[in-house]
């Protein structure tokens, strides 16, 4: 089951389409990395799942129910914590009382604040005021928020913006146990893919407005295109031979240039070359990180 799906959402800013056509397959029990540089269109984005501004095309559906029924958002919003921008704290009350305004707000039992306390690793800070806390200690307080009302989505926007290594860690350990550990499925943007590389099962790579990729990171892997660097005394001969044998191969700097979908194909070219008499005195394999495809798809921006 889909607990976010949008169909063609799109947000549109007079003459400038700020989300075109999203079409967001979320899984019930993901961390969904949804990631783009700055200006991609992913805040917006978040703003239409939450109600917060209307779409002006397409439509969202959270746990099924369309986020456009204003009869239904009550109801939607009530399984959903919401972490978007900095959290707004009380700076001179503590940050348990900074949760007991909220939790009275949302009519929530007692024994909740102690629950996201201990979650967030925030018991020893509890009683402090938020103004003494660290980046680090205030988005992770933004977090016991959000989980308050025990929420089944959570909704993240840029959660590690602005904090050192260290708060980036922490809050990183924090969601990637959250569908395992607390049942609650994550949705997250991000414009880093260190990032999503390390906490999301699921991503979405969006940039201009528009999707460019979304599915497993497994399945981003499985689709990068690996090239053998190959040399040998005669690289015309080596071109001409591999390309009668199926390969694809080009000449690039006195080397051949061999597309790879798997890293045993260097065996087979090799065996393939010398089987012809050609001796190979070089081979490397050139594979694309996820960073460089990452770049390459939203480089263009
Ligand atoms: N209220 C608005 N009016 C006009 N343009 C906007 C508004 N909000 C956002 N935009 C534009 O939409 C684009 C996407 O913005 P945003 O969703 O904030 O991107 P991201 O969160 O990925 O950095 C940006 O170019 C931004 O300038
Ligand atoms: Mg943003």
């Known amino acids: 089951m889909n607990i976010i799906h949008t169909v063609g959402l799109s947000r549109r800013y007079k003459n400038f389409q700020a989300v075109d056509k999203l079409n967001l397959e979320v899984p019930s029990g993901s961390v969904y990395g949804f990631l783009g540089p700055n200006g991609a269109g992913k805040t917006t984005t978040i703003r239409m799942l939450l ?88 988005q992770r307080l933004g977090l016991a928020l959000a989980l308050l009302n025990q929420p089944e989505l959570l909704i993240l926007d840029e959660p590690t913006n602005g904090l050192d290594p260290a708060g980036i860690h922490e809050i990183r350990d924090l969601i990637r146990m959250m569908p395992q550990e607390y049942g609650i499925t994550v949705f997250l943007s991000s414009h880093l893919l260190s990032e999503i590389e390390i906490m999301a099962t699921h991503l979405g790579i969006v940039n201009g407005g528009r999707m460019l990729f979304q599915g497993t990171l497994a399945s981003l892997q499985a689709q990068r295109e690996s090239h053998l660097l190959v040399g040998v005394r005669s690289p015309v001969d080596a071109v001409r031979y591999l390309n009668q044998s199926g390969w694809s191969a080009v000449q690039q700097n006195g080397h051949v240039k061999v597309t790879a979908h798997d890293p045993a194909d260097a065996a087979l070219i090799n065996a393939a070359l010398v089987k012809q008499g050609m001796h190979v005195h070089h081979l490397t394999l050139e594979q694309p990180t996820l960073e460089d495809m990452f770049l390459q798809m939203t480089g263009n921006n």
């Open 51 to 138: 109600g917060l501004i209307q779409p002006t095309g397409g439509n969202a559906h959270l746990f099924g129910l369309d986020v456009a029924d204003s009869r239904q958002r009550p109801a939607i919003l009530k399984r959903v914590g919401a972490l978007v921008e900095m959290p707004a704290l009380y700076p001179h009350l503590s940050g348990r009382e900074n949760l007991e305004v909220t939790r009275l707000l949302l009519n929530a039992d007692k024994q909740h604040i102690d629950r996201v306390l201990k979650i967030v690793n925030l018991m020893d800070a509890a009683d402090k005021p938020t103004k003494t806390y660290s980046l680090g200690m205030k």
